[in-house]
């Protein structure tokens, strides 16, 4: 396990103590490592989304196929497949950029959980156990300001995200589990940050309200997607309609 995350970690590493170097604070690199990071994943995220809400806009069509060729699947497949050429619509589209962000995500909480195993260099021994902040060694938890800070920053930023998703259908039919996870998720970031190295919750804390951000962004790239299906459809009846 450690093996394979070292493959991701290692690197960030190297990042992380290059920062360390230019800037000689600890809590100051973490801030500026988490804004690269989110923003070298930002393009993953607007993909993600993006073909979330492609979905949606296809879903009617998709669910008039399943509803014509419900007894007959092999003939329902082919003619799924069909509709996803017409469309140049790929289905795992917003999947891929999931599992593309998961090790990443993995390798950054192993790197900052345990960073001793991952960089060798002696000057970040020092500089693991520097204050920030109120917080006086950030090798060590932080019992409850950082916690609750990244814990609300989880709430605000899954609350977004689960709004901008919740027009696709795959959404809808988990809405329930979405939303207890809604109110658990932020709730378990708390209780585990409180037993993290303050460095690692910090991290955390300053993802999570950079996500805010990207979610505000993408809030208004959805909006307008939405306007242009909404008037591409209209055209597509008028056309239908001169057609006849």
């Excluded at 490592?33 to 993006?50: A, D, E, N, R």
């Excluded at 800070?149 to 809405?175: C, E, H, K, P």
Aim: proline share 5%; charged share 20%.
């Amino acid at each position: 396990m450690y093996t394979v995350l070292g493959i991701i970690a290692k690197p960030l590493g190297m990042l992380l103590n290059l920062l360390y170097g230019f800037v000689d604070n600890y809590g100051i690199s973490i801030i500026i490592f988490t804004v690269i990071v989110k923003l070298c994943l930002y393009p993953l995220y607007i993909k993600q989304i993006k073909s979330t809400a492609r979905m949606a806009d296809l879903q009617p069509k998709m669910q008039e196929i399943q509803n014509r060729y419900a007894n007959d699947r092999e003939t329902m497949n082919i003619k799924m497949q069909e509709f996803y050429k017409e469309e140049k619509f790929n289905p795992m589209g917003g999947c891929l950029p999931m599992l593309i962000q998961m090790p990443i995500i993995m390798g950054l909480f192993a790197l900052l959980r345990n960073p001793m195993r991952y960089m060798t260099d002696d000057n970040m021994i020092f500089a693991f156990h520097e204050s920030f902040l109120w917080i006086k060694d950030l090798s060590q938890p932080d019992p409850w300001i950082l916690p609750i800070i990244a814990g609300v920053a989880t709430f605000f930023a899954f609350t977004m995200n689960r709004a901008l998703q919740d027009s696709a259908a795959a959404a809808n039919q988990m809405q329930g589990m979405t939303k207890m996870m809604q109110y658990i998720f932020p709730v378990m970031i708390l209780w585990m940050a409180r037993s993290f190295p303050s460095g690692l919750a910090l991290y955390w804390a300053v993802s999570q309200i950079i996500q805010i951000f990207f979610n505000i962004h993408m809030s208004m790239i959805r909006k307008k997607m939405k306007r242009e299906s909404e008037e591409r459809k209209i055209r597509e009846k008028l056309e239908k309609k001169l057609s006849q």
